[in-house]
T-cell receptor, first 116, second 114 residues
Framework: AQSVTQLGSHVSVSEGALVLLRCNYS??????LFWYVQYPNQGLQLLLK??????LVKGINGFEAEFKKSETSFHLTKPSAHMSDAAEYFC??????????????FGQGTILTVHP | KAGVTQTPRYLIKTRGQQVTLSCSPI?????VSWYQQTPGQGLQFLFE???????NKGNFPGRFSGRQFSNSRSEMNVSTLELGDSALYLC?????????????FGPGTRLLVL
């Protein structure tokens, strides 16, 4: 069974500061990993995904994440936070190999607050 | 391409009633997944449909059901509503690429059960 743990339900940073949102996974097979962002009263927007190609993945809005198999981690970073980054972020996992048939397993989410 | 469409966006129902939610995926996508999002349980997988067939199902009671039509549009139905069914219901349109499946989400339907 797969699971995802997001460390820190709330993260607060100042505008211009580094954003680091942590995600650790547990999976019996090499997984595919995703980060999504959700703004209030909206659905989920895909930020980036890891599908066993490059371990450093670049996404939209200046975000990137690095897959570290030895640490079973897929942390999300952004060098300089912007006020518009304030939202809830979700890490998700699915097993590679196509056996999940449309099922993503999500972490509990991290709410990012950006202070001026 | 147009995104994922979900209707209605908001619903208020009373206990015991039933509700049907609709999802139109991105053109060309044949797989649709449904999720329930609540503050307490987070995002939980309901089921997935591909070419009108349910291929995967989450751990929800039989009151939750779905179907998919030949044009890939999908509906989910919840019968005998309970207060705990109040949630944001999200539909995802799934695209398979190089073995990896990527999900694109709609805006959701917010259901309030009174």
């Amino acid at each position: 069974a797969q699971s995802v743990t997001q460390l820190g339900s709330h993260v607060s940073v100042s505008e211009g500061a580094l954003v680091l949102l942590r995600c650790n996974y547990s999976s019996s097979v090499p997984p595919y990993l995703f980060w999504y962002v959700q703004y209030p009263n909206q659905g989920l927007q895909l930020l980036l995904k890891y599908t066993s190609a490059a371990t450093l993945v670049k996404g939209i809005n200046g975000f990137e994440a690095e897959f570290k198999k030895s640490e079973t981690s897929f942390h999300l970073t952004k060098p300089s936070a912007h006020m518009s980054d304030a939202a809830e972020y979700f890490c998700a996992v699915s097993p590679a190999g196509g056996s999940s048939y449309g099922k993503l397993t999500f972490g509990q989410g991290t709410i990012l607050t950006v202070h001026p | 391409k147009a995104g994922v469409t979900q209707t209605p966006r908001y619903l208020i129902k009373t206990r015991g009633q039933q509700v049907t939610l609709s999802c139109s995926p991105i053109s060309g996508h044949r797989s649709v997944s449904w999720y329930q999002q609540t503050p307490g349980q987070g995002l939980q997988f309901l089921f997935e449909y591909f070419s009108e067939t349910q291929r995967n199902k989450g751990n929800f009671p039989g009151r939750f059901s779905g179907r998919q039509f030949s044009n890939s549009r999908s509906e989910m139905n919840v019968s005998t509503l309970e207060l705990g069914d109040s949630a944001l219901y999200l539909c995802a349109s799934n695209r398979a690429s190089g073995g990896a499946e990527t999900q694109y989400f709609g805006p959701g339907t917010r259901l309030l059960v009174l």
